[in-house]
């Protein structure tokens, strides 16, 4: 499958943006979704999670500002993110898990989201 996430860009803090991720190459339903993210200097770090099903799960840091949905007939995934703080800022990589196994994760090249004071 290939990833290609769109979306990210400059915000001020306390504002909205929302992350797309398109897929294609193999039926999108296949597959478990997540959102990572990556700031200058930390290790990636999980966002947000959909299964196949449509269940979803959440980093605490996240929980309550950002949703992640999917749309399996436009085989595409999102992230609105409410509420940005300054520490939202970084590139967010969307990620696909075939039948939901880690060990056949794909990943979509990184968007930068960028949150000022």
């Known amino acids: 499958v290939q990833l290609q996430a769109s979306g990210g860009g400059l915000v001020q803090a306390g504002g909205s943006l929302r992350l797309s991720c398109s897929a294609s190459?193999?039926?999108?339903?296949?597959?478990?979704m997540r959102w990572f993210r990556q700031a200058p200097g930390n290790e990636r770090e999980f966002v947000a999670f959909i299964s196949r099903g449509g269940s979803t799960s959440y980093a605490d840091a996240v929980k309550g500002r950002f949703t992640i949905s999917r749309d399996n007939a436009k085989e595409m995934v999102y992230l609105q993110m409410n509420t940005l703080k300054v520490e939202d800022t970084a590139v967010y990589y969307c990620?696909?898990?075939?039948?939901?196994?880690?060990?056949?994760?794909?990943w979509g090249q990184g968007t930068q989201v960028t949150v000022s004071s």
């Open positions: 190459g193999r039926t999108f339903s296949s597959y478990s």
């Open positions: 990620a696909a898990d075939l039948y939901g196994s880690a060990l056949n994760r794909y």
